[in-house]
Nanobody, 116 residues
Framework: EVQLVESGGGLVQPGGSLRLSCAAS????????MSWVRQAPGKGLEWVSA????????YYAESMKGRFTISRDNAKNTAYLQMNSLKPEDTAVYSC?????????WGQGTQVTVSS
């Protein structure tokens, strides 16, 4: 059974940091590119960041550059999203997905709330 399980979300004050994890199982993790997306209340899905299968390349949405860092550990079948300098507008459900060609797997998401 394919599973992507996110963790690490929570409530953080503006300017704070969180590290999200995405634990994968049921497929060959290091064949897949990994991405993070988010959905704020009342808004559509927003792509956040992506990393290639071997972590050779990373990509970020403009508003996340310099604040978020995506990484992966293929030995642990886990992807990460380090989020620094968080802002209230970063409040959203963050989900990871795995992609290989036209095959996508999705996690359920983890809530991140940035509030004082």
């Amino acid at each position: 059974e394919v599973q992507l399980v996110e963790s690490g979300g929570g409530l953080v004050q503006p300017g704070g940091s969180l590290r999200l994890s995405c634990a994968a199982s049921g497929f060959t993790f290091d064949d897949y590119a990994m991405s993070w997306v988010r959905q704020a209340p009342g808004k559509g899905l927003e792509w956040v960041s992506a990393v290639t299968w071997n972590a050779a390349r990373t990509y970020y949405a403009e508003s996340m550059k310099g604040r978020f860092t995506i990484s992966r550990d293929n030995a642990k079948n886990t992807a990460y999203l380090q989020m620094n300098s968080l802002k209230p507008e970063d409040t959203a459900v963050y989900s990871c997905n795995a992609r290989l060609s036209w095959t996508y797997y999705w996690g359920q998401g983890t809530q991140v709330t940035v509030s004082s």
